[in-house]
């Protein structure tokens, strides 16, 4: 059962442009929604997070938009750039415990 | 050190063949996971440690996957009689536990496993 689901596979957006990374998920006691940044043969780091009690979350060019009643979070990166191209996850959790993740996005930033 | 460290860094192993791989948490980290990503995947879940406690091995695909931290610190995933479906990479992962209310993890790089 796929409890997370993440799309688009893949992005290709020119350098300044905005990334945007959608993810829907079914279990409603989920309370920690992470996104994660992953390098080629690299572990997944973490890049930002939000708790359903809040709407949006932002830091620097990374912004998570929640909405709880659709069971949707996105993240959006701003003035997206050629270091930002990576696989990008979405997960959720229901407090400390394992991690859900999504399929993952390939997101190319073109100079 | 710094960071979760996770070695042999790759390892290839024939089938049948047993392999042990180990995880060194950040010191202190109280949490421990490990997760297994099959290429072009998101990593799933596979075990979970509270101190030397295993609190949830629901993501254990089989009997022949068996994980351990003795000390509350190192922990080893092993796997017997490996398959070819067993190849992917093996991620660790630390945090400072939900007691702390640190909710994040830091993974370590991964070991990456090819059976052949």
């Given amino acids: 059962q796929q409890q997370v689901k993440q799309s688009p596979q893949s992005l290709i957006v020119q350098k300044g442009g905005i990334s945007i990374i959608n993810c829907a998920y079914e279990n409603t006691a989920f309370d920690y929604f992470p996104w994660y940044q992953q390098f080629p043969g690299k572990g997944p780091a973490l890049l930002i997070a939000i708790r359903p009690d809040v709407s949006e979350k932002k830091e620097g060019r990374f912004t998570i938009s929640f909405n709880k009643s659709a069971k949707q979070f996105s993240l959006h990166i701003m003035d997206s750039q050629p270091g930002d191209s990576a696989t990008y996850f979405c997960a959720a959790s229901k407090g400390a415990q394992k991690l859900v993740f999504g399929q993952g996005t390939r997101l190319t930033i073109n100079p | ?116």
């Fill in chain 2, 1 to 116: 050190g710094a960071g979760v460290s996770q070695s042999p860094r790759y390892k290839v192993a024939k089938r049948g063949q047993d392999v042990a791989l180990r995880c060194d948490p950040i010191s202190g980290h109280v949490s421990l996971f490990w997760y297994q990503q099959a290429l072009g995947q998101g990593p799933e879940f596979l075990t979970y440690f509270q101190n030397e406690a295993q609190l949830d091995k629901s993501g254990l695909p089989s009997d022949r996957f068996f994980a351990e931290r003795p000390e509350g610190s190192v922990s080893t995933l092993k796997i017997q009689r490996t398959q070819q479906e067993d190849s992917a990479v093996y991620l660790c992962a630390s945090s400072l536990g939900h007691g702390q209310g640190h909710y994040g993890y830091t993974f370590g790089s991964g070991t990456r496993l090819t059976v052949v």
